[in-house]
């Protein structure tokens, strides 16, 4: 599912530039992905899709954050993952979406679309890069381009890197 996912993310770089779903399969399926990889990713998509609707409009604001979200978590606050939702993102994945709100680049709001869509993958758990691919595809369903070092760290392969 993530090669499709992959394919469709190089292939309509914004969002609204992604044919609706039917014609989307038919295009996958002519490009040669597996009928189940397809209807596996088209829901997956379907999903996102309403997830993004569910929650409020996701804007560019100015210098100070990458996101503005109608709704604002008090600095205070703290998500506590379920045990389901533990098991399923790995420790791997909870620091890595930890770094990412750290680094303010990943608001409450996102992050919960981001965990929705991770719940909805079938494997268990979801690898690191998969995550990765996720976040990638929350950030194009909303039509926003991350930033140089935000898709550095979504695309960089961290096996390759050498420590210095």
């Known amino acids: 599912m993530f090669d499709v996912l992959v394919y469709v993310y190089e292939h309509y770089w914004r969002g609204e530039a992604c044919p609706e779903l039917p014609l989307l399969g038919r295009k996958l399926s002519a490009a040669g992905f597996d009928a189940d990889e397809i209807e596996q990713a088209l829901s997956w998509l379907a999903g996102l899709h309403n997830a993004a609707n569910n929650a409020e409009t996701i804007q560019i604001n100015a210098p100070k954050t990458a996101w503005e979200t109608a709704y604002v978590q008090s600095p205070t606050s703290m998500r506590v993952y379920s045990v389901a939702e533990q098991q399923q993102l790995g420790s791997a994945g909870l620091g890595f979406i930890t770094f990412m709100e750290g680094a303010g680049v990943l608001p409450p709001q996102v992050r919960e679309i981001v965990v929705d869509r991770a719940m909805a993958v ?43």
């Open 122 to 164: 079938t494997t268990h758990p979801i690898s690191l890069d998969d995550l990765k691919i996720i976040v990638l595809m929350v950030y194009w369903s909303a039509g926003i381009e991350p930033d140089a070092l935000v898709l550095d760290e979504l695309c960089d392969d961290q096996e390759a890197r050498i420590a210095h």
